[in-house]
């Protein structure tokens, strides 16, 4: 069964760091290129990350340029993205998703998905 799975998020201080983890089961996440997406309350779902399965190339939405990285770790099937200086407005539900092509930027070009995971950041 093919699968993606997030987990990692939870309630953090402003200023404060999350590592979300995103792995696969049922397929190898090494043929696709990973990107992560959030939706906050009431807004759409917008794209935040992506990191290539040929080089490795990273990309990342200007708001969290200098304090989101995203890996992977293909012998461990999973893409992780470390979370860094983290502000109120990076409050939603993260997602993970698979494009066998490239590092799409809309979420139609994404083929499988996980299920989400919150985080939230208050004092």
């Known amino acids: 069964q093919v699968q993606l799975v997030e987990s990692g998020g939870g309630l953090v201080q402003p200023g404060g760091s999350l590592r979300l983890s995103c792995a696969a089961s049922g397929f190898s996440l090494d043929a696709y290129a990973v990107g992560w997406f959030r939706q906050a309350p009431g807004n759409e779902r917008e794209w935040v990350s992506c990191?290539?399965?040929?080089?490795?190339?990273?990309y990342y939405v200007d708001s969290v340029k200098g304090r989101f990285t995203v890996s992977r770790d293909n012998a461990k099937n999973t893409v992780y993205l470390q979370m860094n200086s983290l502000e109120p407005e990076d409050t939603a539900v993260y997602y993970c998703?698979?494009?066998?092509?490239?590092?799409?930027?809309?979420?139609?070009?994404?083929?499988?998905w996980g299920q989400g995971t919150q985080v939230t950041v208050s004092s």
């Open positions: 998703a698979t494009d066998l092509i490239s590092c799409g930027y809309y979420d139609y070009e994404y083929d499988y």
């Open positions: 990191i290539t399965s040929s080089d490795g190339s990273t």
